[in-house]
């Protein structure tokens, strides 16, 4: 289990360091710091540029990581045509939509019995409609999976850490439930048990209660997702991930990567 431990995190590391320093960003940074005026020489800047970016692009090697883990279970399959793609096109109903962001307003202001009111939701948007304008929308998706055995298809939104402000926690909830209406839509799913939309937190912190999800039902926090779905556990992973950064190879990578920008062969 360690060597493949090993294959899948150094698997994730490489497609996020190939990812940042691609020709394309490459050469955005270097027109960017060739109009700046400053006393740090310009290569040691763009070298910068791509460490802030990987360091905010944390989150995303989460991603990644955790969708080469549910891949390497074999009974679960990838659905890899919305896996990790950032352009997704979907339609809904525009009665569906408007369904969602009236259900964040009651959650909001009134007080309901969370479980039985997601549930009612969810039946609602799995439901048959006839009639109706179809909205079109592009929408990103981080992880969509189906259980070989029992058919059931889980979409996963995947977070480092339940630590979002107000505002955002709001935008993440929404944008969550409305990409579960999209993929009931996409996939024609009447049974809104077919499809189960988790909210999962790579972080098992607990920061603050959620409104708007179930945390029983849809929610996993670190420790419980590994239990439910993964043979890995998540406290090996989790030590795993303390002393990665300065494993000898990990270092490499990146001396590597620091000896390619220096070269300028971009």
Do not use: W
């Amino acid at each position: 289990m360690q060597n493949k431990l090993d294959e899948l995190i150094n698997s994730s590391i490489i497609e996020i360091i190939n990812h940042s320093k691609n020709s394309k960003k490459l050469k955005e940074l270097k027109n960017k710091h060739l109009k700046k005026l400053h006393f740090i020489p310009q290569r040691y800047r763009i070298f910068g540029g791509i460490l802030q970016s990987m360091n905010i692009q944390f989150g995303n090697f989460i991603e990644v990581l955790m969708t080469k883990l549910i891949e390497n279970e074999g009974k679960y399959e990838i659905i890899e045509k919305y896996s990790g793609k950032r352009n997704n096109k979907f339609q809904i109903l525009s009665a569906k939509d408007s369904l969602i962001d009236e259900y964040i307003t009651r959650c909001q202001t009134e007080e309901i019995i969370l479980e039985d009111e997601f549930y009612k939701l969810k039946k609602r948007l799995s439901k048959k409609y006839f009639n109706g304008t179809m909205i079109q929308v592009k929408h990103d998706i981080d992880l969509v999976f189906k259980d070989r055995k029992t058919g059931i298809i889980y979409y996963v939104e995947i977070k480092y850490n339940d630590d979002h402000d107000t505002g955002k926690f709001v935008d993440i909830n929404r944008k969550f439930i409305k990409t579960y209406a999209y993929l009931l839509t996409e996939f024609n799913i009447e049974d809104p048990l077919k499809i189960v939309p988790i909210l999962f937190y790579f972080n098992n912190k607990k920061m603050k209660g959620n409104n708007y999800i179930p945390e029983k039902t849809n929610i996993r926090r670190g420790k419980r997702f590994f239990d439910e779905f993964l043979s890995l556990s998540y406290e090996i992973l989790e030590n795993y991930l303390l002393e990665l950064s300065e494993k000898p190879e990990n270092i490499k990578k990146f001396d590597d990567l620091y000896k390619f920008v220096m070269a300028e062969n971009y």
